[in-house]
Nanobody
Framework: QVQLAESGGGSVQTGGSLRLSCAAS????????IAWFRQAPGKEREGIAV????????EYVDSVKGRFTISQDNAKNTLDLQMNSLKPEDTAMYYC????????????????????????WGQGTQVTVSS
């Protein structure tokens, strides 16, 4: 069983930065895809970034590419999302999720991150960006 817990959310002004952390407990081996999702008020949840624990490769959707970066701390068993140049449209509840899978699986890529394939979820952390 894998448990995930996000932290680091908060309120910032446009152009500011936040660093979210996803702490994993339980057994996670080298063959996991960790994804960050977000859900804005009144909108569906969307996947925005993924990282494969096996080779460290990461992908981002266009709306966050160049502004958000995933990093992995194996000693702490955390996967962080550094968010820079934040915009009001980044306001959302942010979730991390995990699935055991191989690199390149179709549902764990920036082309289409399918939340239905992820069995493990954190509780979410709120990010609010004011103009």
């Amino acid at each position: 069983q894998v448990q995930l817990a996000e932290s680091g959310g908060g309120s910032v002004q446009t152009g500011g930065s936040l660093r979210l952390s996803c702490a994993a407990s339980g057994y996670i081996n080298d063959n996991y895809c960790i994804a960050w999702f977000r859900q804005a008020p009144g909108k569906e949840r969307e996947g925005i970034a993924v990282r494969y624990t096996s080779d460290g490769s990461s992908e981002y959707v266009d709306s966050v590419k160049g502004r958000f970066t995933i990093s992995q701390d194996n000693a702490k068993n955390t996967l962080d999302l550094q968010m820079n140049s934040l915009k009001p449209e980044d306001t959302a509840m942010y979730y991390c999720a995990a699935v055991s899978t191989y690199v390149g699986n179709y549902y764990c890529s920036a082309g289409g991150i399918l939340e239905s394939k992820f069995p493990y979820w954190g509780q979410g952390t709120q990010v609010t960006v004011s103009s």
